[in-house]
């Protein structure tokens, strides 16, 4: 241990010394004269330091094996057997110190007689000190892990949240650099279709300028949307191309990423060629909680190889909003792809955060009942040998402090139980296991 932390513990040991120093000498001083009390202080800061540094390295060590978080019980139960030694063993050589060496007591009473009193009395006082330092320590690193927890699921959301707007960013100019494309082609080939379609164009992209910023759209307003554009695609192709809409009224109220259709018909219309005899049958209906794109597959001959923006974005805005997959099915006549509709209008950014404070939460509620366990088992350690030093002092005839000791120990061990024991696991158990069902579910 270095300075700093000597520094940062002396407090404690010189806050322990003052209330065992005015103890004793209150309690078990006949000449309570100053130079008495000053002994008692000595005395008592000798006993402060062996039992802080003593349990530190006791608790130092345990810490670097075994994770309060992790390993909570392993750890409780180390810690428990580890104090008890401990603390016995730094107890007996401290009062043989304080007896035998310096008052020059009979070595032959140590464990008899007044001596073996304070001996049982001070082991009791040292655990109970040992106990509130577990406590601390544990509840210290119960804090460290739901903050960095809380951290690491602020880190996941931003991240998430940063991918979804790059890919929605590739939007606008894959939209546009298409679009003008088509325009290009229209000014040749007939320039008044070419007006018409420029008029069509700017109300289209004013909906991707309304729409780029969310994170989902209604079935209905992604179906209008493709009304419109798909009537922009008539346009230029006539009786080339023919559109079929069988949405479910059912379905139009829930939610798909927004532009997904319109990237999927331009996906159909790029990789495939449509004349006036063999025309491009492009279908949208919806099925099972799917919406559907499917055409009949005539491939065009690709004189440049295709950036596959418009599909892998979809895919990829999906993977980040839900567990439900971008399904994509190809036959020799037709090739299909499935978007799953979402039946509500969340995300991983606007979920994220919840998950962030459930786990919160429930890290919360599990450091209040470790708290509540620690605050009863300090109030045993504290008040038990109070009652036993009451009975030893006014009938110690009758050990009637037994039955508190026999009463509250049967509570506290019922309540380590209920905290560390078998119940708590089954109960997570169960838990994650309605969880996994939930998740697993389309």
Not at 331 to 356: G, H, N, Y
Request: with cysteine; proline share 3%.
């Amino acid at each position: 241990m270095d300075f700093k932390d000597f520094r940062k513990r002396l407090p404690t040991m010189l806050g322990i010394s003052f209330a065992t120093g005015v103890f004793f000498f209150t309690f078990f001083t006949e000449d309570q004269s100053f130079k008495n009390l000053l002994i008692s202080f000595a005395v008592s800061f000798l006993y402060s330091f062996v039992f802080v540094f003593g349990n530190y390295y006791t608790n130092g060590y345990l810490n670097s094996k075994y994770s309060w978080i992790d390993d909570t019980r392993t750890r409780m139960i180390l810690g428990v057997v580890a104090t008890l030694f401990v603390n016995v063993f730094l107890v007996f050589v401290c009062n043989y110190i304080n007896f035998i060496v310096l008052q020059k007591n009979d070595p032959a009473q140590f464990f008899s007689g007044s001596m073996g009193f304070v001996n049982w009395l001070i082991i009791n006082v040292a655990l109970l000190i040992s106990a509130i330092m577990h406590a601390k320590g544990f509840v210290e690193e119960w804090k460290k892990a739901t903050n960095r927890e809380v951290v690491e699921q602020k880190l996941i959301a931003k991240s998430a949240n940063a991918q979804f707007e790059s890919l929605k960013n590739q939007l606008d100019p894959h939209f546009l650099f298409n679009s003008l494309n088509v325009l290009s082609s229209l000014i040749d080939e007939n320039p008044t279709q070419a007006q018409r379609f420029t008029a069509s164009m700017s109300k289209i992209y004013r909906y991707v300028l309304e729409q780029k910023d969310k994170e989902l759209v209604t079935v209905e307003e992604e179906i209008e949307f493709a009304k419109i554009y798909c009537d922009l695609l008539k346009t230029r192709f006539e009786d080339s191309v023919s559109f079929e809409f069988k949405v479910n009224e059912s379905d139009l109220k829930f939610f798909v990423v927004p532009l997904a259709l319109q990237l999927l018909l331009e996906n159909c219309i790029k990789h495939n060629f449509a004349t006036s005899s063999k025309p491009l049958n492009i279908k949208i209906y919806s099925e099972n909680g799917y919406l559907f794109i499917e055409n009949n597959l005539q491939h065009r001959e690709q004189v440049k190889e295709s950036a596959g923006i418009g599909l892998s974005n979809i895919v990829q805005r999906y993977s980040i909003l839900t567990k439900q997959n971008v399904f994509i099915e190809k036959s020799s006549d037709f090739f299909r792809v499935k978007i799953p509709i979402l039946t509500q209008k969340t995300s991983a950014m606007t979920t994220q955060p919840s998950q962030e404070s459930v786990a919160y939460q429930r890290a919360s509620k599990r450091v209040k009942e470790l708290k509540g366990f620690y605050g009863n088992l300090t109030s045993y350690c504290l008040v038990i040998p109070f009652l036993i030093f009451v009975n030893l002092w006014t009938a110690p005839q009758y050990h009637w402090f037994w039955w508190p000791i026999l009463g509250w120990g049967i509570g506290l061990a019922s309540h380590a139980l209920q905290v560390f024991g078998i119940g708590r696991n089954w109960e997570e158990k169960q838990i994650r296991k309605i969880l996994d069902k939930e998740n697993s579910k389309p």
